[in-house]
């Protein structure tokens, strides 16, 4: 049958037909911009966990690092402009880590980015980074994703087996010879536990009783921890996430195990020891640093500069944890990369933060010329918890 | 080691019970899923701790001051919402989205007012070591916990079964129209059920605040077993809801104690599509078929 329009159709379709050109001319025009404008800022991204699990440890990189923007902002901003961070909650979950880069790089135009300090998330952005040579420093502390041979990837702490090395060492030290594990589902507690475990096999002095499991979204730990005491260990290990790491101590305690418990650089969060109180103490775990509890107890100028800049910046509050410390010595070691580079092209920043040594962080001195890989710092130590406060290991056997 | 495991079961169990509690409360009232109750959960979690952390008020008092809110949040919730929707014939699956949207809601209020970081929720006791009951370590907190949900359905039990307006409430959720006609304000018993579904919830959340920490989180981890603890014990059967949650709470204690972790949610989840299947009545015969 044949089918003719009414004249009225026909104006319709012409009417859609003159929106689609315009669309595309609009379109067409966009693209053809001949490149990016000349902006009056210079934009650095952020991307990490805001909400979720990890919302501790997220908003409070997000202070130390707008602590450091408004410092290099009072001081003159960078390359002559003033710093903009655009920022993203990706909520912990990789797939929101992935759309966050996607769109700090495609739509905002950033010149560099700033990572979440979960390592699957930092590792599942790489492949685009590289492509795309929009240099990224972060503090997630797996060794894994600096294992892939990215080369626009930064970690601005210490590699997380500078510390299972040294832990294993102190589980041997304390005299713990029968240890139970727990170890989180996650990449970097598993990659964490396996590390430690390894080091303690090759010295055959600490056997494994017991090696049980746990997930993010767990409210309970009584079976594990209760087939754990079951095995008598002198020694636990908990590889596990800080969002819950109080609580599974106070239940372990709560059961009656009263032995060293042994941790992550998570255990220095001060919410551990407010829920687990006198049962974080014996808490033996390996940090880059620890945030202390009282101004006075600052340990080096660039901490009680930082300490200042917090207060004012925040109406006299204290930093929130350590991860404060991680997002500023993140911002301050990009930032002077970008000064050192005198550019922001991603090639000139990339070369600079390989190039950069010797500038003073909270986590010490880095030397990314002293490493090909990424990384920048040496080592860890490690701390105890002994009645209510964090201090070294080593004054505290001393 | 099985005597920790069971008392550890049976806390976790108890607010699973809470919740598990108000969605059978509301199913049979109304018979509609409501799925506010894990945030409500959260919110009366999040009242809890600013009532007794940031306001320094005694535990009691500040329990007290989030239920009677939470009662009051529950019939606001039906009679600005649900009854809407039920006054103009909605499908069922209408009210079930709005509960689902006045929990995203809910969520996001909850992140506006008290913001993204987990709070901390204070030892309620100044004494905090643990208890020895028949050689085993029990926490004050968690005997609290015990204590306060077995008490509340107890109260919740007799209040149905004895109080006049308790047996209104169960005329009204057999046969509405039978139940009018003999003079009962179903309307009204309706919305006390939202209102007493809202306060189970919120003491649920203030069971386990001690033990967890509070976040906008805290509903969603407690919401999905809770579910399943209502449907295996029977959805709709406020006893079935209360064994069922104390079952999901074992199981998953007993699991992660003598099998592994890793399999604990499996068996839970299959247990409750096996039940779906083979007795979708759950452990107490509820009426799940319709008339």
Known sequence: ?398 | MFLTCLVGGIVLGCTYGMLAMGYSLIYQASGYMNFTLPDLLMLGAFLGWTFFSKLGLPFAVSLLLALVLMFILGILIERGVIRILSNKKAKPILVVLATIGISIIIQNAANLVWGSLWKFFPPIFKDSTPIKVAGVSISRENILAIVLAFSMMLILQLFLTKSKFGTAMRAAAQNKLAASCMGINVNLTVSVTYGIAAMLACLGGNIIAPSLMVSTSLGTQLGTKSFAGAVIGGYGNLAGAIVGSLLIGIIETMVSAYISSVYKDLIIYGLMVLVIAVKPSGLFKANVYGD
């Open chain 1, 1 to 398: 049958m044949l089918n003719i329009a009414s004249p009225k159709a026909m104006k319709s379709k012409k009417l859609i037909a003159i929106l689609l050109i315009l669309c595309m001319v609009t379109a067409f025009a966009a693209c053809s911009n001949g490149g990016k404008e000349e902006s009056d800022t210079i934009r650095i991204g952020y991307y990490g966990p805001f909400t979720g699990a990890n919302s501790t440890t997220g908003v409070a990189t997000f202070e130390g690092i707008s602590i450091a923007i408004a410092e290099w902002n009072a001081n003159g901003g960078l390359l002559g402009k003033q710093i903009e961070l655009v920022y993203y909650d990706d909520a912990g979950v990789t797939e929101a880590a992935i759309k966050a880069v996607t769109r700090l790089i495609d739509s905002d135009d950033v010149v560099a980015i700033i990572g979440s300090q979960m390592s699957a998330n930092i590792v599942a952005t790489g492949d685009m980074i590289e492509a795309t040579k929009i240099p990224q420093v972060s503090c997630g502390t797996s060794a894994t994703w600096l294992d892939q041979g990215y080369t626009y990837l930064f970690r601005t702490v210490p590699e997380n087996t500078t510390g299972t090395g040294s832990l294993a060492a102190a589980i041997e030290t304390v005299g713990t010879t029968k240890l139970a594990v727990l170890c989180s589902k996650d990449e970097a507690s598993q990659g964490s536990c396996a590390q430690t475990l390894a080091a303690l096999e090759a010295n055959g002095k600490v056997a494994v009783t017991i090696k049980t499991e746990c997930h993010e979204d767990d409210t309970d730990w009584t079976g594990q921890l209760s087939s754990m005491i079951a095995t008598n260990p002198d020694g636990v290990y908990l590889s596990i996430l800080g969002e819950y790491a109080g609580q599974v101590i106070k239940q372990l305690r709560s059961l009656g195990y009263t032995g060293y418990i042994f941790g992550h650089e998570v255990m220095s969060l001060n919410e551990i020891r407010e829920i687990a109180q006198e049962g974080a103490d014996k808490v033996i775990f390996f940090s880059t640093f620890c945030r202390p509890d009282t101004y006075e107890e600052c340990s080096t100028a660039l901490e009680t500069h930082y300490w200042d800049l917090h207060k004012e910046m925040y109406n006299g509050a204290i930093p929130t944890n350590d991860n404060s410390y991680k997002g500023y010595d993140e911002a301050t070691i990009l930032f002077t990369a970008i000064k050192n580079a005198n550019s922001t092209d991603g090639d000139a920043i990339r070369n600079a933060l390989a190039s950069l040594t010797g500038l003073e962080c909270l986590a010490g001195t880095a030397d990314y010329a002293g490493f090909t890989d990424g990384n920048g710092f040496a080592s860890m130590n490690i701390y105890i918890i002994n009645n209510g406060k964090i201090g070294l290991l080593s004054d505290y056997l001393a």
